[in-house]
């Protein structure tokens, strides 16, 4: 059998705190105090807490432990398509925690901290230039609140214009937070179908565009890995009818500093940070979902903007359009710190190289595998491929049996199931930082976990096997979900 990094180890059993606790054991000493106890009021006591009594060495093996059944980026490969689950550097980490940054409070004046009001001044200048946009909001803490910002600024300017618009366009083939964002903005999301290539046809929008239409959120590339490449007449439909175009940015790791998106007709457009430009992603953040917008919807970015004059950086709130706040201070500026310290050390040439790499390592990935999986399109794609697993129902073998096989051999499986409009999807993203010695054993333990599909489908419907926790009831733990110790 061809393996892959996965091993069956050493893998301890972990019992809870509470069953590791033994009364009278501490974690820490005190000093002895210095001044006198003072009883507090029994009115304001609430009830003993259940905290087991534990030592240092029980607390330091149990988290140590409890890090060790986890699989991150730093772990192995992690081909999660629509993720971009890529290394990031370690430099960007430490300085995101310098110490003149990290200790800064959110609450000093503006004269107080000039050195991260320039950086964010810098990252959003950096952010324009990659994306052809003209100006940039940092305040979002996520995609989805990015969306949510840029269909806030999409209401307000048709408020602004004195006109009632209701419905917005999103193709099958977006984000499933489009419609979700865009609905609580109090728009009526209206699903277009992509065509039998998997891109959205200028005829479908024109079909369905009228002037109670907000507009289109757009994926490009979509979720299929492709790119919309009627963007430009599509736009132009949207444009006629006065309607906006809001371009989801998720997949920009595949097209940086390559694509003009104000040249596509794209007004508005969110990033995610924390997954093209080093934070890691997943595990529910932090991250950040920058806006950026073309000029005519400037005057509706959440405030405070900072502003620069003579006299240094401020935050200026007297923006009378502007949709307000959308996050406290200035935002996750953690993730802003090491976006602004990826770019800088990548640099434009490199960071366009990366994502050359990224859609040349999917690419590498697709046409190996081509032969083994059913390919959903089989057309150019970029920095991910979209397979089913059509050819293996005859063994009755599904995408989940093949995705947990593959926990297996050590590989976190790749996104499955989505994008809804193929069926069975598996979609893998093996990003930019994968070698291409790391990109053969993948896709070698794949075709072998295809392989024994057929001469053994019992065992993939079996898998995982080599794991401390069997395969889960998925059904029973989304639907009684247990969260407690």
């Known amino acids: 059998m061809i393996n892959g990094p996965g091993s069956t180890g050493l893998v301890l059993d972990e019992p809870l705190l509470w069953e590791k606790g033994k009364h009278g054991r501490s974690a ?75 200790a800064a409070h959110p609450l000093l004046d503006a004269t107080a901290c000039q050195g991260v009001l320039e950086l964010l001044f810098d990252l959003e200048r950096f952010l324009a230039a990659i994306t052809g946009m003209d100006a940039v909001s940092l305040q979002p803490a996520a995609g989805a609140q990015g969306e949510l910002t840029a269909m806030l600024m999409f209401a307000a300017y048709f408020r602004k214009k004195g006109e009632r618009r209701t419905k917005i366009l999103i193709p099958d083939t977006a984000h499933g937070t489009n419609p979700a964002s865009a609905a609580l903005c109090g728009f009526s999301p209206v699903s277009l179908q992509s065509g039998p290539d998997g891109i959205l046809s200028p005829e479908s929008v024109a079909a369905v565009m009228d002037e109670q239409t907000v507009g289109i959120m757009l994926t490009n590339p979509n979720t299929l890995g492709l790119f919309e490449e009627h963007i430009r007449t599509i736009t132009e439909v949207v444009h006629q009818h006065g309607g906006l175009v809001y371009g989801d940015g998720a997949n920009l790791n595949a097209v940086m500093g390559m694509v003009d998106f104000k040249r596509c007709g ?38 405070p903007r900072i502003m620069k004059d003579d006299e240094g950086f401020s935050l200026e709130t007297g923006h009378p359009d502007s949709i307000g706040r959308m996050h406290a201070f200035f935002g996750n500026v953690s993730v802003l710190v090491r976006a602004y310290s990826y770019i800088l050390t990548m640099g434009p040439e490199f960071l366009r190289q990366a994502s050359q790499l990224a859609v040349l390592n999917a690419v590498y990935v697709r046409e190996q595998l081509r032969d083994t999986l059913e390919l959903a399109y089989d057309r150019p794609s970029l920095h991910e491929c979209v397979f089913s697993d059509r050819r293996q129902h005859q063994f009755k073998v599904t995408t989940l049996d093949m995705a947990k096989r593959l926990i297996d051999h050590g590989y976190h499986p790749p996104t499955i199931y989505f994008p809804l409009v193929v069926p069975g999807a598996i979609m893998i993203e093996p990003t930019e930082t994968e070698c291409k010695e790391d990109l053969d054993r993948f896709i070698a333990v794949f075709k072998e976990v295809v392989q024994e599909a057929a001469v053994d489908a019992e065992r993939l419907r079996q898998a995982p096997t080599r794991t401390k926790v069997r395969r889960l009831d998925e059904t029973r733990a989304a639907r009684n979900p247990c969260l407690k110790g």
């Not at 905290?51 to 059944?69: A, I, M, N």
């Not at 290394?87 to 995101?96: E, H, M, Q, T, V």
């Not at 080093?278 to 005057?299: D, F, I, M, Q, R």
């Open 28 to 102: 820490f000493s005190l000093p002895v105090p210095d001044v006198p106890e003072s009883v507090v009021d029994a009115d304001l006591l609430g009830d003993d807490l259940d905290f087991p009594d534990l030592s240092e060495v029980d607390v330091v093996r149990h988290y140590t432990r409890l890090s060790q059944w986890n699989f991150g980026i730093d772990s192995g490969m992690y081909p999660l398509g629509s993720c971009t689950m890529k290394y990031n550097p370690k430099i960007n980490d430490r300085l995101a925690a310098t110490p003149a940054l990290a």
């Open 266 to 303: 794209v007004d508005a457009m969110h990033l995610n940070l924390h997954k093209t430009f080093s934070t890691p992603h997943g595990g529910g953040g932090p991250g950040a979902g920058p806006v950026c917008v073309v000029a005519k919807l400037e005057p509706f970015l959440p405030v």
